[in-house]
């Protein structure tokens, strides 16, 4: 299974962007998707994530302003993000909690590789 993100990129503060993950491999179902994001000299952090499809969790700093969305007949998950602030400057990262056909029902985690988003100010 390979997580490919796609629309990272430079924006003014007040700027809009839209990132793009597709998961690709034999998957059986996706219980989540999502996405965090890590800043230099910070930890990664959550920022939003779609659970089965429906629930929705949205990091504090960015409820209101990004909006999380699946195509679950395509294994993608976009991440809309509005408003952007220089603080929002990270590099992001897809998540993907799913299972695969004949492993047991085992649950297991992927990341993709990051994509850069930088707001100036």
């Known amino acids: 299974v390979q997580l490919v993100e796609s629309g990272g990129g430079l924006v003014q503060d007040g700027g809009s962007l839209r990132l793009s993950c597709a998961a690709s491999g034999t998957i059986l179902t996706i219980n989540s998707m999502g996405w965090y994001r890590q800043a230099p000299g910070k930890e990664r952090e959550l920022v939003a994530t779609?659970?089965?499809?429906?629930?929705?969790y949205y990091a504090d700093s960015v409820k209101g302003r990004f909006t999380i969305s699946r195509d679950n007949t395509k294994n993608t998950v976009s991440l809309q993000m509005d408003s952007l602030k220089p603080e929002d400057t990270a590099v992001y990262y897809c998540n993907a909690f799913l299972m695969q056909p004949d492993d047991d029902l085992r649950v297991r985690e992927y990341w993709g590789q990051g994509t850069q988003v930088t707001v100036s100010s």
């Open positions: 779609m659970m089965n499809g429906i629930s929705t």
